[in-house]
Antibody, heavy 114, light 112 residues
Framework: EVQLVESGGGLVQPGRSLKLSCVAS????????MNWIRQAPGKGLEWVAY????????YYAETVKGRFTISRDNAKNTLYLQMTSLRSEDTALYYC???????WGQGVMVTVSS | DVVLTQTPPTLLATIGQSVSISCRSS???????????LNWLLQRTGQSPQPLIY???KLESGVPNRFSGSGSGTDFTLKISGVEAEDLGVYYC?????????FGSGTKLEIK
């Protein structure tokens, strides 16, 4: 059974940092490009970042470029999202998802507030 | 960025009714490799999105065949032939032909 399990979310003050993790199982993680996608409360889906299977290709949404860093450890079947200089508008449920968005995690909530 | 315009924003349907959702792109989604990377997803309340259709018209494994996708270039359609109660939720189109990947604003399907 395919599973993507996110962790690392929580309440953080504006300007601070947070690192999300997504542990994959049930498929060959190292063969898949991966995305982070977020959803602000009551809003639609917003793509955040993509990393190719071997980390050669990385892309970001303009709204997070320069503040967020996507990375992965294929030996640990884990995807990461390092978030710095957090803003209130980054408050959202963050999902990890496979490149083709055929696999999704359950999401982890990030709340940026003083 | 590619803008995906979904219509209608809300759809009210009776059980058994056939409905369609439109997704129009601000530019062609035909990739240089010949594929068109347009997907459809359903998000039920309180759940993660689930995939329905990929590459415009290919049904994801386990998805009932009352769902179908069609279109090309900039105009795409998701059709549900005979809505069932479990189909309620928000439907999104998504493109990953061009970076940044983008989503439509969603169509909420409600059951009468």
């Amino acid at each position: 059974e395919v599973q993507l399990v996110e962790s690392g979310g929580g309440l953080v003050q504006p300007g601070r940092s947070l690192k999300l993790s997504c542990v994959a199982s049930g498929f060959t993680f190292s063969n898949y490009g991966m995305n982070w996608i977020r959803q602000a409360p009551g809003k639609g889906l917003e793509w955040v970042a993509y990393i190719s299977s071997g980390s050669s290709y990385i892309y970001y949404a303009e709204t997070v470029k320069g503040r967020f860093t996507i990375s992965r450890d294929n030996a640990k079947n884990t995807l990461y999202l390092q978030m710095t200089s957090l803003r209130s508008e980054d408050t959202a449920l963050y999902y990890c998802a496979s490149h083709r968005v055929d696999y999704w995690g359950q999401g982890v909530m990030v709340t940026v507030s003083s | 960025d590619v803008v995906l315009t979904q219509t209608p924003p809300t759809l009210l349907a009776t059980i058994g009714q056939s409905v369609s959702i439109s997704c129009r792109s601000s530019q062609s989604l035909l990739h240089s490799n010949g594929n068109t990377y347009l997907n459809w997803l359903l998000q039920r309340t309180g759940q993660s999105p689930q995939p329905l259709i990929y590459l415009v018209s290919k049904l994801e494994s386990g998805v009932p065949n009352r769902f179908s996708g069609s279109g090309s270039g900039t105009d795409f359609t998701l059709k549900i032939s005979g809505v069932e109660a479990e189909d309620l939720g928000v439907y999104y189109c998504m493109q990953f032909t061009h970076y940044p990947f983008t989503f439509g604003s969603g169509t909420k399907l409600e059951i009468k």
